[in-house]
């Protein structure tokens, strides 16, 4: 158990929202000063406004912590925003910041990574993507409820009601007042996108059917060019975020030329440019995923009127290495990983047997159970529990057998014979092997007569996990973020275990 939520008391998650928003002010008050002593210094870039940009977080707020120095963490992403004073700068997510599709624990995320946004980060726009979408409208209006600042910052042009097809599903935009580097008042106009083809292409297939009963998405570029028209009159700078393709990216700018700037959740082809300009408005895109980097740019007044970049856009790696985590976003994760209690699934009653547990195969296979053992394998749900990440389905998956697999692994609380990486990750579920083993083994099989003794041996000897384990078993587990170096032809010795003795150090 995370010891951080067992020592909060109860009356504090009542006043949450409120304490949230005292601490926002705290942290903006406490950090300006810049002792961070960061590069990012106020004094060297002082022009215009500073306009921060990220996206497509996919549900994550943090790292997984399954390699070193991995980027990400909204608890640091504050840090870098409190380098710039908060009335000189736009904050903003240009959408995506779910994932697709939304399982249970992936709503459930997505409504932190919005508490996050809404709440202490305190974004002035978010848009609304087509895996956000796919949430439904039940996930945002329960959202609306309880917890309001978390779907403030929302902003769609082109996401209507499907039961009002006239109706938009979100604010249209917002209109936020920002302070210029030289004093001047400016007021900065800012929607937001959804795309209105990705979700028919690979890979957001079949978003469409979790949100299409509740909303409409209609074409970007029309509902933008009179959109934007009235945000001009309203705003001295226009800004739209937008997911989809560079394309849609792209024929957003060429349709409606009154946008100043376009931040995309995609990037050109030619991934060398770092922004690129559509007949005047300036597209910037956002370069990673996950939340590992935070966009940066300077937009300015041109003399001739109308917005320049005034500097190349930037993306700030969010290094939990080089950052310090501001306490009450830590604290927010904290009640995330809390809540995934309420995601603990039983298993189904009567579920057929898969998997025996490695105590059954050590009866038999003692050498390989003693050399297992020492091997990080044999841990792996005590460094989510260490982490107080042992209800988090996005985790245990990777660190558990059989995950809500027939008698595979649900909840911590079922007893450990299936907790942590064990023989049957690698060798695949073999209750059967087992069981017909042990008969052999006790000398059951004598009982029965020579036709059924044969047939038995045979459905035996072809139960045999096969000795060989391929790379393909290792890699769905040690793949993309959660082991992005993986080397199997290093890394097999040390879970081989007809390797000579010495080679067999257990990775530890
Ligand atoms: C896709 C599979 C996968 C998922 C999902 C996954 N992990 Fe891991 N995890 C791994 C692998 C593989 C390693 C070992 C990486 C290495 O050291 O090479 C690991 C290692 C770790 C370690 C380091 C352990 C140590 O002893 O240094 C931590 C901590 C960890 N995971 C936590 C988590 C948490 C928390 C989550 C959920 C947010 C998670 N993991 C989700 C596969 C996964
Ligand atoms: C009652 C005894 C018994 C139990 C329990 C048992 N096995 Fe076996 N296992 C055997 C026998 C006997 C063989 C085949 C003979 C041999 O070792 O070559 C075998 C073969 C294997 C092989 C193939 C080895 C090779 O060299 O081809 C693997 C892998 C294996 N078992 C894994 C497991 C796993 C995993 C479990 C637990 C889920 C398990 N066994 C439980 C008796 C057992
Ligand atoms: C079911 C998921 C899963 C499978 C399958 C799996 N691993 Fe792992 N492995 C993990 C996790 C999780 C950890 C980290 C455990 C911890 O420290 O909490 C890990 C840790 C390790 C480590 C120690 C860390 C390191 O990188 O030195 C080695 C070595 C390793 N695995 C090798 C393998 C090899 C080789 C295979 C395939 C033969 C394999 N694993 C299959 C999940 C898996
Ligand atoms: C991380 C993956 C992994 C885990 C976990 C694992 N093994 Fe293995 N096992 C292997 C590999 C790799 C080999 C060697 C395959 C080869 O020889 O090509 C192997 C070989 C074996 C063999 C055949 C031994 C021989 O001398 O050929 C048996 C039996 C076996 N494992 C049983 C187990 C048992 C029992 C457990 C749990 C206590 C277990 N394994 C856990 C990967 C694993």
Same mark, same amino acid.
């Given at each position: 158990m995370n010891p951080t939520n067992a020592r909060r008391p109860h009356w504090l998650l009542a006043i949450y929202p409120v304490l949230m928003l005292a601490i926002v002010a705290g942290m903006a008050t406490a950090q300006d000063g810049g002792s961070d002593g960061g590069s990012e210094g106020v004094k060297s870039d002082s022009e215009g406004l500073a306009l921060f940009f990220i996206g497509r977080r996919n549900s994550e707020m943090e790292p997984c912590g399954c390699v070193k120095n991995q980027l990400g963490g909204v608890q640091y992403e504050a840090t870098l925003y409190s380098r710039e004073p908060a009335e000189s700068s736009i904050r903003v997510d240009a959408g995506n910041w779910s994932l697709y599709p939304p399982m249970p624990d992936v709503s459930m995320r997505a409504r932190y990574v919005l508490k996050a946004m809404g709440g202490l980060l305190? +974004?002035?726009? $978010?848009?609304?993507?087509?895996?956000? +979408?796919?949430?439904? +409208?039940?996930?945002?209006?329960?959202?609306?409820?309880?917890? #309001?600042?978390?779907?403030?910052? !929302? $902003?769609?042009?082109?996401?209507? !009601? *499907?039961?009002?097809?006239? %109706?938009?599903?979100? %604010?249209a935009y917002h209109v936020v007042e920002k302070a210029q580097a030289g004093g001047e008042s400016t007021s900065v106009a800012i929607t937001g996108v959804a795309s209105d083809s990705t979700f028919r292409t690979s890979p957001l297939v079949g978003a469409a059917d979790y949100f299409k009963q509740d909303f409409l998405v209609k074409n970007p570029a029309i509902e933008l060019e009179l959109l934007v028209a009235e945000m001009k009159e309203k705003a001295d700078l226009a800004v739209v975020l937008a997911t989809g393709t560079w394309a849609d990216a792209v024929g957003i700018a060429e349709a409606v030329p009154a946008i100043d700037v376009l931040v995309s959740t995609s990037q050109p082809n030619d991934r060398s440019k770092l922004s690129v300009e559509v007949g005047g408005v300036k597209i910037v895109s956002v370069h990673n995923a996950k939340g590992k980097e935070l966009g940066k740019v300077r937009l300015a007044e041109a003399d001739a009127g109308g917005w320049i970049l005034a500097s190349e856009p930037t993306w700030l790696p969010v290094s939990p290495k080089q950052l310090d985590a501001v306490p009450a976003l830590v604290e927010l994760i904290g009640e995330y990983k809390k809540n995934t209690e309420e995601l603990e699934v039983e298993m189904p009653r009567g579920a057929e047997r898969k998997f025996a547990g490695a105590r059954y195969c050590a009866s038999c296979h003692r050498p390989q159970y003693e050399?297992?053992?020492?091997?990080?394998?044999?841990?792996?749900?005590?460094?989510? =529990?260490?982490?107080?990440?042992? /209800?988090? #389905?996005?985790?245990? %998956?990777?660190?558990?057998?059989?995950?809500?697999?027939?008698?595979? /692994?649900? &909840?911590?609380? *079922?007893?450990?014979?299936?907790?942590?990486?064990?023989?049957?990750?690698?060798?695949?579920?073999?209750?059967?092997?087992?069981?017909?083993? &042990?008969?052999?083994?006790?000398?059951?099989?004598?009982?029965?007569?020579?036709?059924?003794?044969?047939? /038995? @041996?045979?459905?035996?000897?072809? @139960?045999?996990?096969?000795?060989?384990? @391929?790379? *393909?078993?290792?890699?769905?587990?040690?793949?993309?973020?959660?082991? #992005?170096?993986?080397?199997?032809?290093? %890394?097999?010795?040390? =879970?081989?275990?007809?390797?000579?003795?010495?080679?067999?150090?257990?990775?530890?």
């Open positions: 305190a +974004l002035d726009a $978010v848009n609304v993507g087509e895996p956000d +979408l796919a949430n439904g +409208l039940v996930f945002f209006d329960s959202l609306r409820e309880a917890h #309001p600042e978390a779907v403030r910052p !929302l $902003v769609s042009a082109n996401v209507y !009601l *499907q039961a009002d097809s006239g %109706k938009r599903a979100f %604010k050399d297992w053992i020492t091997t990080r394998h044999a841990d792996a749900l005590q460094t989510l =529990v260490d982490k107080g990440s042992q /209800f988090d #389905p996005a985790c245990l %998956k990777c660190h558990v057998v059989g995950f809500r697999e027939a008698n595979g /692994f649900y &909840n911590v609380r *079922q007893g450990r014979s299936v907790a942590n990486v064990q023989c049957e990750s690698c060798h695949g579920a073999a209750y059967e092997h087992a069981q017909k083993q &042990n008969l052999i083994r006790n000398n059951s099989v004598m009982r029965f007569d020579d036709d059924e003794r044969d047939r /038995f @041996l045979a459905e035996a000897e072809a @139960l045999i996990p096969p000795s060989q384990v @391929l790379e *393909q078993t290792c890699v769905q587990c040690h793949q993309g973020d959660n082991d #992005p170096n993986f080397d199997y032809e290093a %890394k097999i010795h040390h =879970v081989d275990h007809s390797a000579p003795a010495d080679s067999v150090a257990g990775g530890r």
